[in-house]
């Protein structure tokens, strides 16, 4: 075998590979052996078939076995001998040409074939002495734990019918048509729909209105769609809502105790407190974590600059424009709402892709020197989450795993990231800094600064996770429901 390289260009790499047609035919000869003994061919005894015979019937086939064999194999055999790694599965290049094909399979001719890769660069650690982190941490109060507990025994809490009308609090259950320019439009009507006059659930103002029906009524509401609403072809305009009142509840008292909790599942209101204080600590904890991770990775940032390899940088681009695109589609706004030109948010996303990708290679090759490894046991957790997330589909979600190559790395990379992360965490100096939930949970400009355009606002940004108690509230109604357009969170550091 011929190995010559022919570019060598940042870090692109090219090589032609030359198998003679003397070690493809001595390697064909050793195979038709070896297939002497196994196959049977009527008019000859096991093990009595010509060479010739047998080369005649299977040599072709038996040989496109082998170059198959060869272009999966010897380009990594070949990356391994020059102590590189490739970013991406190399590119692998033959001829296409029938005739010249067919030698080859011949054994008549030499196969030729080119292997073009990128190499991940060669990175050389450097110490994390003088890495510090301040961890942000948030005391859960009494107050806090006792607010949320009262607002799930208020999604919690039993109505009972009442005559009269119907005032703030008050339970209404109705029919909804909701029509634009007089046409009904998808998703906005409901059967039996109930609603809480002064829940916020519903478009503004539209809850209000309903203060005064009662059974029986029919009555049509307007309002006007939020300019932020999430269908494009609603958001701003006037809608009218034909409503038949079928019923009017009034709530009734709202009480914590042990009962409250049985209903819940739980054993007693104690238990029920210990689960919320947990469950807002998770939150906080989450936060924190982020914010440790971002100091992290912005420090490391400034630590290692390096070429990337530009099909892993074109790969998160891709992923991160397309989401970009999503969230401004799905809010209906455009680059020039946003305070930016489709141009110049390219421009900035690229660098975004390109630090995602150089952290990377950083924290992989930290955690590969460190011997950090993802368990099997890991691996199952992750993918019993991804089940959880998409009930009912569950098959098909493993069989995209199995038959997906590359799939499973989903599932590892976020899991050996975030150990890594821990593995520094051990290492460098971490200083706790008690705050308010509301320091905690504001923006941090600075940290934005590195995620999205200087100055400008690239992509709306998603709200903050909800308090745990929301968790346990009733799920919103289907169309005129009060939902803001999807502000996206300004994406935070991936790794892989």
Request: net charge negative.
């Amino acid at each position: 075998m011929q190995v010559t390289e022919t570019l060598a260009e940042g870090l692109k790499r090219e090589i032609k590979v030359v198998i003679p047609k003397q070690e493809m035919e001595q390697e064909l000869a050793v195979r038709l052996a070896d297939a002497k003994d196994k196959v049977r061919i009527n008019g000859f005894r096991p093990g009595k078939v010509p060479l010739a015979h047998l080369k005649k019937m299977y040599g072709k086939s038996i040989m496109a076995d082998l170059v198959n064999e060869i272009v999966r194999d010897r380009p990594n055999q070949i990356l391994s001998e020059r102590g590189e790694k490739s970013a991406t599965q190399p590119s692998i290049a033959m001829t296409e040409d029938e005739a010249e094909a067919d030698k080859i399979l011949n054994a008549q001719a030499d196969f030729e074939f080119t292997v073009s890769y990128e190499v991940i660069p060669p990175i050389e650690l450097k110490s994390t002495d003088g890495l510090s982190v301040i961890r942000e941490v948030v005391e859960v109060t009494e107050d806090e734990v006792n607010e949320q507990i009262e607002k799930i025994a208020e999604s919690a809490r039993t109505f009972e019918t009442k005559k009269g009308k119907a005032a703030d609090g008050d339970r209404v259950t109705m029919n909804y048509l909701g029509k634009v320019d007089g046409e009904a439009f998808d998703g906005g009507a409901a059967e039996d729909a109930e609603l809480v006059i002064g829940s916020g659930r519903f478009i503004p103002g539209f809850e209000d209105q309903l203060v005064g029906v009662k059974a029986g009524d029919e009555k049509q509401i307007t309002v006007i769609f939020p300019t932020e609403y999430p269908a494009a072809d609603l958001a701003g305009k006037e809608a009218t809502f034909d409503i038949t009142v079928k019923d009017v509840a009034a709530p009734g008292a709202i009480e914590i105790n042990d009962e409250l909790a049985s209903t819940l599942g739980i054993e007693s209101v104690d238990r029920l407190k210990e689960i919320v204080r947990g469950q807002i600590e998770s939150q906080y904890g989450s936060v924190t974590r982020q914010k440790v991770k971002r100091q992290i990775l912005d420090q490391l940032d400034g630590m290692y600059q390096f070429d990337t390899p530009e099909t892993l940088v074109n790969a998160e681009f891709d992923n991160i424009w397309r989401q970009i695109n999503t969230d401004l589609s799905q809010s209906g706004k455009t680059f020039e709402d946003e305070g930016t030109t489709e141009e110049d948010a390219r421009v900035e996303y690229r660098k975004l892709a390109e630090r995602r990708v150089r952290l990377g290679l950083v924290l992989s090759e930290i955690g590969e020197k460190a011997g950090v490894e993802v368990t099997e046991e890991e691996m199952q957790r992750a993918l019993y989450a991804q089940l959880q997330q998409f009930p009912g589909q569950q098959k098909e979600i493993l069989d995209f795993f199995r038959n997906t190559p590359g799939a499973s790395a989903s599932l590892r990379a976020p899991i050996f990231e975030e150990k890594v992360v821990d593995k520094l965490l051990s290492e460098i100096k971490v200083t706790d800094k008690t705050v308010t939930k509301e320091e905690l949970m504001a923006e941090d400009e600075e940290a934005d600064s590195a995620e999205k355009p200087a100055k400008k606002k690239a992509a709306p940004k998603k709200a903050k996770a909800e308090a745990a108690s929301d968790e346990a509230a009733e799920g919103e109604e289907a169309a005129p429901k009060k939902k803001a357009a999807p502000k996206k969170k300004a994406a935070e550091d991936s790794a892989e």
